[in-house]
Structure formats: C-alpha cells, structure tokens
C-alpha cells in the first residue's frame, strides 16, 4: 500500500468512531426502537458518538455528520440507515468533506435488511439491528484509508443497436463532439420503425419522419455506421473497453455499390422477406428496404444459386465480390449505450386462436406490412384465402400479454397501434367495412392518445370489452368467427368476420441472453434488461459504463424511445467527457514476502483470475496490474499461502465481522455470505418489496462471491453458527467478474464435502444461487433455511458443532500461525 | 398469413410448397416419370435433392427434397430428362431461372415427318418405353377417325396422320427413330456420354440396374452370358442404373455433352461440371470462349470495314 508510515500511525492512533442512526422518516422508525439502538451503539467498545438523525441522507442529517466528525475527531465512522447499495456513495462523500478518508466509513444496513423484512416483529427485528451496527463498528475498526485510483478515458461511444433509439443517441453524441460507432446486426438502420406505415396518434408516415434521421446518422462526420456485424466480444471496464466485432460478408463491396438496383432486375431467385414478416419475397441480391441506410445489396448465399447475373447486370462498376470474407475489427470505446429492441410474438403455440392455422388470421405487423403503400400488396388489405378485401375485420388484443401463462406484462404499445389502423381503414374504406375490437383495457395515456381513441370511436368501430376465447374458421369461406365474452352484455358472443388481426406481445429480442453474457448485465425476470434502479437510473445498467435506451430495458412507444435515447447519451457523455475516470481502490495487493512464488513455481492466482490482471515471472511474487483488476477478490480466497489481500475486504475485516455476527446465541442464526451485485441486491430487493422472513439471518457483504475463502465457513461453525449460506450470481453466466461464481463453487463443492465428512448436517451448509430480480426467492431461501434449523434443533446443532471443533480450531490456528 | 412450408409425399407425387400470403410457389415431382436417376441430385445448386440409395424401387421413390434447402429456382425442372419436375408460381407454370436467362434450356430436337406415315401404322407409338407417343388419325373435316378397318382404299389415303409427342418428357432415347419402318423420325441425343460394365465385379443373378433402367432396350442382360449388356445407342445417360448398382465402381457412366440453349450463367457452369466432369466442362466453355473471341473479332474488323 501506498503510506506504510500512515497505516502504522492509524493502528497505533486510538479508535474513535461515530456512529449514525437514521430513522429513514418512519421506513426505520416505525419497526425499529431507534432510542434502544442508540443506548445499545454507546455500549460498544471504541465507539465515542452516537447520533440519530429522521433523514441522513438529506443535508441536515449529511452536515451531522460532517459536525460530528469535526467536533469529535472521529477518524471512523458507522451509519446505519439503508443499504449501502442505496447511499455508500452519498455518505462517503459527506465524510470526505469533513476532512477524514471517504474509506473509513462502513454502512450497516438496517432498513432493507431489518425494518423492511421484518415488519412484525419489532422486538427481532431491533435485535437484528444491534447485531447490525455491531458487525459494521467491528469491521470499521480495521479499516484503512485508501487512495482513489484514476484511469484515462477513451472518449469514444459504442451505441449496438440502430433503432430509433440507438440512432438519437449517436446523433446526439456525435453533436457533442464525441466519435461514436453505431454497430446493427441487419443490413440497415432504422429498426421496427422503418417496417411501419404510419405512426399514431399524428398519422405521420413512419418512414418519412425516420428516413432523414436516418440519412443524418449516415452523413454525420463524428459517426461510423458498422452494419451487417455482430458483436463477439467486449473486455476492460468503464472509460476502457475493447470490443471486438464480426463484419459480416455482404459479397457486395460497400464503397463501389451505387445502390442502382440493376442486380435486383438481373436476379432469378426470390425467397420470403423477414423484414416483410415473410409475407412477400425479396430477391437473393436486394436491400431489405427502398431507404435503407447504408444503401448496399447483400446477397444472400443460403438461396443464391451463383449464376452471376448480377455481377453481368453490374457491369463497369465491379461491385459485386464473392469471395468476400468476414472481418473482425477491434475498436476501443469508453462508454456502450445498448439499444437492442424487441421482437414479435408470434403465437404459434396458442392452438384457439389458429395462428398458421387459419389462413386470415394475422398478427399487427402483418397487417402493418399490408397497408404499407410499399409493401407486397401497395396497400390494399387482402385477404390471405382469397386475395379479396375483407368486408368485416376483428382486431384482438393482449394476445399473449397480461396472461399468467405466456407474458404476465402489458406490451405498452398496442393498444395505441390498434387504434391507428382501424382509423386508418376507416378512413380509407369509410363505410364498406365493419371493425370490431375487442379489448380487455384500452390503455391511451401519452400526449394526444385518449384524443386519438376517442377519433377512433367517433368513426364507428365498434369495440367489444371481454376476452376472447377462441377463433373458428368456417372451412367454405375461410371466415373466422370470434368467440368472446361481451362483459357489457355479461354474455358470451359469436362474431363472423372475414379476417382477425391478432396484437400479439412484444417481447425480449432474440439474442438478448447472448449480450448480457458479453456485457456483463443482468436481464430481469420479465426477460428486458436491468437496470440499476428502476426509479432513479433507468438508464443505467448496474456495470458501470453500460447504459440502456429504448425497449430492450422496457417496452415504450416511439416518443419514449427517442427520449431515452437522448437521455442515454447524456449518461455516456458523463463518462466519456472526462479525460481521467475515477476507480475505486477496492482492488487485490500481494504480499511479496508471502508470495511463495520466489522459493518453488505456483501462478494459482494467475489462473484463477476472471480478468487475467496477475502476472508473474519466475522466482519473482506475482504482480497485480492495477488497472485490471475489478475487485473482485477471487485470487485472495484462492491463495493457498494467504499472501494476497483485498483492499477495504481483508481477511482481518470480515473475520471481525462473523465474529461479530455470532457473539450471541450462534446456534440459531443463519450467516451468509452475499455478494454485492446479486445476491445482496436480490436481499435488499426483499426487503424492499417487504417480502417477510425470519429474523435468524446476519448477511455479510463482499464484492463477489468468490471472495468467500474456506476459512471464512470453518470459521463460522468454529463459533457455533447455526446454518451457513453462501449466495451467489445465477451459474452459468450471471457473475459480474465473469465467473468467480464458478470458482467459488468449486470450492464450496470441496468444503462442503469435506463438512459432511467431519459430521456437519448437509443442510447446515449451502451454496445457493439468487439474482438481483429475486427478492421472493431470497426471502422464501431464508425461510426454508430457518425450518431446517428448527427442525434439527439447537442441542443437534450444539452437539455436532462441539464435535467438530478441535479439528477446526487445528486447522485455523494452523492459519494463524502462518 | 405467415409463411408456410409444407411438404407433402404421396404415392403419385412429391410436393414443396411456400404458401406467403401474396404468392404461393409450388415444386411438385411427379413420380409417374421420375426413374430415380442422379441427373437433378447432381445439378441441383442448393445439393437439396438427396438420393436414398438404400431404398427399393417399388413402392417408394428414392428422392426426397429438403424443404429448408429448396430455393424453387427450376433448375430441376429444366434438366431433368423426364420431365418429372413441375415448378409453378400462382398456379402458373414459371421457371424464374429461364425467364432471367440464368440457365440454360435442354434442346430436344425431336422431328417426324408425319405427312409421309403409312395409314395403319402403330411403331412409334408401340415402341415408345415410356408411351409418350400418341397418334391420332384425322379426315380431312379435322374429326377424329377411331376404326379405320371398314374404310376404302382412297379414304384411308386421305386420312391425315397427327403425331404428339410429350417433348417435355421425352429423354431422346431414340428407339422410336430405330423402331420406325419408314425412316420418318429423327431424334438427336441431348445427353452424350459413355457407359461401361466391369463385367468381373458385376454380381452374377443381379439386375438391379435393368430393373432401374427406364428404357428396356438400352440395358439388357444376354440370354447366353447371363451378364448385362448395354446398347449405347439407346442409353441416355440419366444413371438410374449407377444409382441402383450395389457394387461400387461396377457401372461406370459418364457424361460427356450436354445440347442446351446459349448459356452464360455460373449456376450452369456449376451443374455442368458436376454432371459431366471438370475437362467435358473445360472443353465446353473453351469452345464458348472462342466463339465469343470469334464474334468479336468479326464485329471489329466488319465495323472497321465500314469505317474505311
């Protein structure tokens, strides 16, 4: 570390720490005895200030602080208020500016993890909180101060995804300033918006309003446009990422492709357009879309047949390759903006409704592809069966939404998009057809949109309020008739019409499990990407440096997307508009003396580092290369010499915490080791949802759950604890240190083993696996864990741990003594 | 409605079809002429047609079509020799790969002089291994005469003889042409080629390959030797025999020429290779080369001419 001198100093200097308890209004106050916490925090030893506060996070509670530590020249403090996933950052800020090390202070966490999930049960749950502020003094005693590292900043963006969204944040990034590479897995720009006819409630024609949006993106000198490519891989952190991309073959060569079309003509074969929800073909050399930008053919080699008219139809200009290859490009950005998108359900598997059973009946984008002017019937809305109009159209909604078996979340939009067509048939076909929809909730609530529903109803649709059963096809005539309840009537109805648009969920785009595994994120339950509070940082994805615009974090219309997208950019550009980026310090030092890689070859840590941040060379101790290392802390429990440490997470520190944690009554408490990122997000979100458990549980928190060393376990039960947990990110992809789940499960496999051998109950210890969505099944996790401690009781308990204890006192003393 | 693909395989016929709800493209094989040669397995692009050659002949066709491959380009419907293939598009017959001129045609150059025909003759007709030659004999009105027994002499002499043949299913054998007594037809071969039997590896008391051939003339076995025979002059290179012989390597075919309608397509230059082989190609596309060297030297020199 950086000031031996200082370090000796501080531990020879006497401990004077503060301790602040916040009521958090009633959120605390009204579970917890504040003024018992206060007595209770003024008995521990070393502690000479004890202050409670209604809301310290506010500035008057920030300045208590600040006072304290200036009047009473404390050099630690302790606030016990909400999680530190919440407010560690606030409060270490108000500690900096009173003059003492943002580092000396620790958050006990008695909101989410006592007043909140323990809501009847005062009594516990203040004892909870005591124990709570007493493991949080005892590892503020052996805090050190640490120096914040900084890092230099690559004040470039990569924006994947060129949709509505993704496409205003280059825009905007780019008008900043700052170079910004805008990469989409198809042929073009432009995303769903481009496939759409007319846009609601202002009836714009879509591709009128997006298209010179889209030529903009393509003409601005600050953006470079990577279509046709995927991403394969992204390393480094925030300010400092590689990401590596695949440029798909096009067999067209984009600097000499006119865009004339004169292959289109020449070419034989035709296969079904996707972009066309494969309602009409498209040549095996075409763009997807007259406007499409980057305006270059691709051939596509599945249904080519290489006759090679085009390359004649191409003549002089030669732009047309064959033998073109993929390219792999390595571009270095500082921030990503993800804006991926949705997809369309497509209910195949709904057998009642007779989707690809029924020729007529079709989903909203089919219809929109069919009243598009330029779509493959020029805008005349025909039936499938018999290529003629329909006189009477059904259009169904919350087909697979707000259902408990297929999607249980509204698709935000639909209701709106419904409205548009059947104002638009309306106005094209007056009186010549009749509309019914038939919806459970019409959800109108932007700008103009309840205006728009009520022009829908002033045209004559009619809609019918109840769910629809099923759909009937009669085999003569190919008609439908639509079976549904009419909960005005209360009675169920028979309608026949001549086709049936289905407005089907929108839902997480293919593919999008693959990014989360690239980037690091987590995706929530509903399958859209997390992000970090979904209040305060809906743009944020809870890896620094990874931001979220448009639908792939949450279904929203097109007014929504391009807010968002503006706002991510503004979020990007507070990280890539500094020059340097501030890193915290929690990261790994190894100890030269104990590195036993000088007297006979090991590299352990090498190995086991997720990031690859260690070096070492022959008889010289292993290196930590500062700016890689995330923190996770993986190699310090790997090190089978204990000769590495983690900053602000030694060995020491939570050692002093688990003591902590079972000086009383150990035999009827469960510890568990949770990490930061899911597991005690997943703690903290049952608390706040004020899902209920026992109050047996004390959670330790570290980085990543591979920080667990064995030592911490055997330790535990050498005190006596009751149950042993170990919560971890979901295996297989989940950890945010890539995989310091999977060592930690290697290890704990061992221990677990090893435990079972020694006479230890199998159920007394348990690895188990809960993401940051995952509050009931936290606290469901602590339940179960609680009977089984009941149920094998306290003098079990006792008794096998008294068994087990010389050995374990052998093995740690062992440890001591090295 | 959405796209589907469906396949259906009966007895009488094989079909691929891509219901899109503006269009609707329909391959259907119609087992009737289909002989299980290798002809369309070879020239298919996408290698969709896959030859089973475990099956037996009789009940179910060796052919089978992968849906996901198919590109309904026609090719198959071009080349094959029988005519088996059918591609339409809306119920219409439409071969696009024709129409964009990205494959060439087959020439089956098949004529018969049917004004010459004696009155009560039935040789092409009966000779016909595939039947597809149908006289009809008509008066002079244009109606059609079914019992020409009872007519008198100068009658029958003023009956005219109509001959239709299937063109499209004819695979230009030329046994009408050799069976006919008055020397009336004339076939030319689409298909050149060379067919030998490596008479020690053929298996004796096996006629796996004549029972596959479609022409019975063309492969035989001799009533004294025992062993199969071919008559050349028959053959007409499909390789149904090849694909039915269990012995590797005992039945060698190969195809040298191919008639076809101009070309200048790769798709060709691809299924030519692969049905004939890399030099049969070789020579074609330099006789194709110096044609076009030749072409362009007379359109010089010609243009030249009238500028001087």
Same mark, same amino acid.
């Given at each position: 570390? $950086? ?50 506060? %209604? ?78 502020? =007493? ?56 995303? *769903? ?11 714009? !024609? ?214 548009? *067509? ?7 076909? $007056? ?38 059963? %099923? @759909? ?50 987590? =995706? ?37 997307? &391009? ?42 840590? &090498? ?31 790997? !090190? ?7 900053? *602000? ?75 042993? @947990? ?93 | ?42 020239? /298919? ?27 309904? /380009?026609?090719? !198959? ?30 020439? %089956? ?81 689409? @298909? ?45 290179? !499909? ?70």
């Amino acid at each position: 570390m $950086k000031n031996p001198d200082i370090q000796k100093q501080l531990s020879e200097e006497q401990l004077r720490i503060g301790v602040f308890i916040c009521h958090c209004g009633l959120n605390i106050a009204g579970t917890l005895d504040i003024k018992e916490l206060v007595e209770y925090s003024k008995t521990i030893p070393d502690v000479v200030f004890v202050k409670e506060n %209604r809301y310290t996070c506010a500035d008057p509670g920030q300045e208590e602080i600040r006072k304290g530590i200036k009047d009473q020249r404390l050099n630690r403090v302790v606030v016990a208020a909400c999680s530190p996933r919440m407010h560690e950052a606030t409060f270490r800020r108000a500690v900096s500016e009173a003059g003492l090390n943002p580092f000396l202070y620790e958050m006990a966490n008695i909101r989410e993890f006592a007043s909140w999930c323990h809501p009847n049960n005062p009594k516990k749950a203040t004892e909870k909180a005591k124990d709570i502020i =007493r493991i949080a003094v005892a590892k503020a005693r052996l805090l050190r101060p640490l120096e914040i590292i900084e890092v230099p900043v690559t004040n470039k963006a990569l924006i994947i995804g060129g949709g509505i969204a993704g496409m205003n944040s280059a825009l905007d990034l780019a008008e900043m300033g700052f170079k910004v590479y805008l990469l989409e897995k198809g042929e073009s720009i432009g995303g *769903h918006m481009a496939a759409l006819d007319k846009t609601f409630p202002t009836l714009d !024609c879509s591709i009128c309003i997006e298209g010179p949006k889209m030529v903009d993106v393509s003409r601005h000198p600050n953006i470079e446009i990577i279509a046709n490519a995927d991403l394969i891989k992204i390393e480094g952190y925030v300010g400092n990422f590689k990401a590596k991309i695949r440029k798909n073959p096009r067999f067209v060569i984009q600097e000499k492709c006119t865009g004339c079309g004169e292959c289109k003509d020449a070419c034989p074969i035709e296969y079904p357009n996707e972009w066309d929800c494969e309602l009409g073909t498209r040549k095996a050399i075409s763009l997807p879309f007259d406007q499409a930008v980057p305006l270059i053919y691709t051939i596509n080699r599945d249904y080519c047949i290489e006759c090679y008219k085009c390359i004649e139809a191409c003549g002089a200009r030669e732009a047309i390759n064959f033998d073109q290859e993929p390219e792999e490009i390595v571009i270095d950005v500082g921030a990503i903006i993800v804006s991926t998108g949705f997809d369309v359900y497509l209910p195949y598997d709904m057998p009642l409704i007779g989707y690809g059973k029924y020729s007529n009946v079709i989903t909203s984008m089919e219809f929109e592809r069919l009243i598009l002017a330029a779509g493959p019937t020029y805008g005349k809305v025909i039936r499938s069966s018999d290529g003629k109009k329909p006189s009477a159209i059904a259009f169904i909604q919350c087909v697979g939404s707000r259902d408990k078996h297929k999607y249980p979340y509204c698709s935000n939009f639909c209701c709106m998009y419904t409205l548009k *067509h059947v104002v638009q048939l309306k106005e094209k076909y $007056k009186e010549d057809i009749d509309i019914y929809v038939f919806y459970m909730d019409m959800r109108s609530p932007g700008k103009g949109y309840e205006e728009f529903y009520d022009r829908a109803r002033e045209k004559g649709v009619i809609f019918i309020r109840g769910r629809v059963s %099923r @759909i009937d096809e009669d085999p003569r005539t190919k008609n439908l008739i639509i079976i549904s309840e009419d909960s005005a009537l209360g009675q169920p109805i028979e309608v026949e019409v001549e086709m049936a648009v289905l407005a089907t969920a929108s839902i997480p785009k293919k593919g999008s499990d693959e990014l989360a595994r690239i980037l690091n994120i987590t =995706r929530g339950s509903n399958g859209f990407f997390m992000e970090s509070h979904p209040k305060l940082k809906p743009m944020d994805a809870p890896t620094d440096g990874v931001f979220f615009a448009g639908a792939c974090q949450g279904l929203k219309d097109i007014p929504y997307s &391009v807010s968002q997208g503006s706002g991510a950019a503004s979020r990007a550009a507070t990280v890539i508009s500094k020059s340097k980026w501030k890193i915290e310090p929690i990261i790994t030092v190894i100890d030269e003396k104990r590195c036993k890689n000088v007297t006979s070859k090991c590299g352990i840590c &090498v190995d086991r580092c997720p990031y690859g941040a260690i070096r070492v060379e022959e008889s010289q101790p292993a290196r930590v290369i500062e700016a890689s290392c995330h923190g996770c802390g993986t190699c310090v429990a790997e !090190c089978p010499h204990d000769a590495i440490t983690q900053m *602000h997470f030694t060995d020491e520190q939570i050692m002093a915490q688990i003591r902590a944690a079972l000086a009383n009554n150990p035999e009827n408490k469960i510890l568990a080791f949770l990490c930061n990122w899911c597991s005690y997000a997943g703690a903290d979100l049952a608390g706040t949802s004020r899902f209920e458990y026992p109050t047996s549980v004390r959670a330790l928190r570290v980085m990543c759950s591979g920080r667990v060393d064995r030592d911490f376990i055997l330790e535990a039960f050498r005190l006596g604890a009751g149950m042993v @947990i170990v919560a971890a990110c979901h295996l297989p992809y989940d950890c945010h240190y890539i995989n310091g789940n999977w060592k930690m499960k290697t290890r704990m496999d061992a221990l677990a083993s090893m435990l079972k051998k020694l006479g230890i109950s199998p159920e007394r210890f348990r690895v188990e696996y809960v993401s940051a969505a995952e509050g009931a099944h936290y606290a469901n996790l602590i339940k179960e864990v609680d009977n089984q401690m009941l149920a094998l009781g306290k003098d079990k308990i006792q008794a096998e741990n008294q068994k087990i204890h010389p050995v374990l006192e052998r093995i740690l003393e062992r440890k001591k003594q090295k | 409605m959405p796209l589907k693909k469906v396949k259906k395989n009966t007895a009488t016929e094989l079909s691929l079809e891509w219901i899109l709800h503006v269009k609707n493209y329909r391959l259907t094989l119609d087992k009737k002429y289909c002989v299980n040669c290798q002809i369309c397995s070879l020239a /298919c692009p996408k290698e969709a047609i896959i030859i089973d050659k475990q099956k037996e002949k009789q009940d179910i066709n060796k052919l089978d079509i992968d849906l996901k491959k198919c590109n309904f /380009c026609g090719i !198959c419907d071009i080349i094959c020799p029988f005519g088996a293939f059918k591609i339409t598009q809306n119920g219409e017959k439409s071969i696009s790969v024709v129409e964009k001129k990205s494959f060439p045609r087959l020439i %089956r150059n098949i004529k018969i002089n049917s004004s010459a025909c004696p009155k009560e003759c039935t040789d092409c007709e009966s000779s016909c291994p595939l039947e597809l030659i149908k006289i009809s004999k008509k008066n002079f009105d244009g109606k059609h005469i079914n019992y020409i027994d009872k007519m008198s002499k100068n009658q029958k002499n003023r009956i005219k003889i109509e001959i239709n043949i299937k063109k499209e299913h004819c695979p230009t054998c030329r046994v009408c042409e050799f069976k006919c007594g008055s020397g009336l037809i004339k076939v030319q071969k689409n @298909i050149e080629g060379k067919i030998l039997i490596n008479q020690e590896k053929c298996p004796s008391e096996c006629r796996k390959c004549v029972d596959a051939c479609p022409i019975p003339e063309a492969l035989d076995i001799s009533k004294d030797l025992k062993k199969v025979q071919v008559n050349e002059l028959f053959c007409v290179y !499909c390789g149904a025999c090849k694909v039915a012989c269990p012995v590797d390597k005992a039945l060698v075919l190969k195809r040298t020429k191919i008639y076809h309608t101009p070309a200048s397509s790769g798709a060709w230059n691809k299924a030519l290779k692969k049905l004939t082989s890399q030099s049969d190609a070789i020579k074609e596309f330099k006789a194709k080369g110096s044609m076009k060297a030749k072409e362009m030297v007379s359109r010089k020199f010609s243009f030249d001419e009238v500028i001087r």
